[in-house]
């Protein structure tokens, strides 16, 4: 995991408290996403950690992850945040091409630490 992937996964860790995080350290299955969760609901999902800077708004992702998130559109979520503020967005697995193509304008599922938490206690 990256540096500022690193620095994400402690902001997740501290903010969203109602989910169960286990965090994938994996080099032989390229693609796998960063956290793999489960929720009070008994739902497991996964979430691919995203840093991108401000000047680009530009989503970069592997063609495995892509390929991943493809295979596996329902219960796989992308976080991705910005240097700008209200800064971390959330995004399903099915809207990885719109990400790879037009991140910039793209609606996210959730908006902020709160509003994410919430989404993702409700799966």
């Known amino acids: 995991m990256a540096r500022n992937e690193a620095k994400l996964w402690q902001e997740v860790k501290k903010n969203i408290k109602g989910i169960s995080f286990t965090r994938i350290e994996n080099s032989t299955s390229f693609g796998t996403p960063d956290l793999l969760c489960y929720n009070k609901n008994n739902t497991f999902f996964t979430i691919e950690l995203k840093v991108i800077n401000s000047d680009n708004h530009k989503v970069k992702f592997s063609p ?18 910005t240097l700008d503020p209200l800064a971390v967005k959330l995004y399903e697995g099915k809207q990885i091409m719109s990400l790879v193509s037009r991140s910039e304008n793209l ?5 902020g630490f709160v509003d994410i938490s919430l989404c993702l206690e409700k799966l």
């Open 107 to 111: 609606e996210p599922v959730s908006l």
């Open 64 to 81: 495995h992850q892509i390929s991943f998130h493809v295979r596996h559109p329902i219960n796989s979520f992308i976080m991705v945040k």
